[in-house]
């Protein structure tokens, strides 16, 4: 166990039990506990095997390339359609946790194995990535912001593709278009907004 780690799970209210057998559990398959995006993460060689995260309806597992995993008992959920490596394993209760251990560490050691072969997950390109018909229309009537768009990094872009996307309305995402247009302009991506915010 790792001391930097453990505020995590002593500031922990809800899913604390929970939290605690799957520590134990990780710890149990000889990984390196760290602490990474203020969440305890478990590593072999220095390589991103799994990390222990919490959410209102439940706790979970999210294992970076669980896409790859062998996955016999179905436990493996993958967050959105838009996330193209990591999977989780969901957990409502210790009783769950328990339940499923055997399962979990049978998850770990087969990450352990890809992360030893070299195996990554083949993403999707750039291109791949729907584009809304408000966004295809800016582009189209402002060129050097078309420019602009393009000549950002693909993960850039795909930020901004799917963010678009993830509107219902048309309204909204014109707004968020209009909203970012002058990031994408500086050759900023959405998370690039977030880190300045938090510096401030």
């Known amino acids: 166990m790792n001391p930097r780690v453990d505020f995590f799970f002593n500031k922990a209210t809800r899913w604390k039990k ?8 990780i710890l149990d398959c ?5 602490l990474k ?3 305890p993460c478990y590593t072999y060689e220095k390589k991103n095997i799994c990390l222990i995260h919490g959410f209102n309806e439940y706790c979970a597992v999210l294992f970076m390339k669980g896409a790859l995993l062998k996955d016999p008992k179905g436990l493996l959920i993958q967050q ?13 209760s210790v009783a769950q946790v328990v339940k499923q251990k055997a399962a979990l ?3 770990i050691y087969n990450a352990i194995k890809v992360e030893e072969s070299g195996e990554k997950v ?30 950002l990094t693909p993960g ?33 991506g959405l998370q690039d907004e977030e880190i300045m915010k938090r510096k401030k």
Do not use: C, H
Not at 18 to 25: A, D, M, V
Not at 30 to 34: A, F, H, I, P, V
Not at 159 to 184: M, N, V
């Open 18 to 25: 929970e939290f605690e057998t799957l520590r134990t559990i």
């Open 80 to 92: 959105t359609e838009n996330v193209q490596s990591a999977r989780q394993v969901r957990f409502t």
């Open 122 to 151: 083949v993403l999707k390109k750039t291109n791949e990535f729907p584009m809304v018909e408000e966004l295809k229309k800016k582009l189209d009537k402002d060129q050097v912001l078309k420019n602009a768009f393009y000549a």
């Open 30 to 34: 000889d990984l390196k506990e760290e």
């Open 37 to 39: 995006w203020g969440q």
């Open 105 to 107: 560490k049978s998850l």
């Open 156 to 188: 850039r872009q795909r930020g901004y593709l799917l963010y678009f996307s993830q509107a219902k309305q048309s309204a909204t995402r014109e707004a968020r278009i209009e909203k970012y247009a002058p990031l994408i302009m500086e050759g900023k």
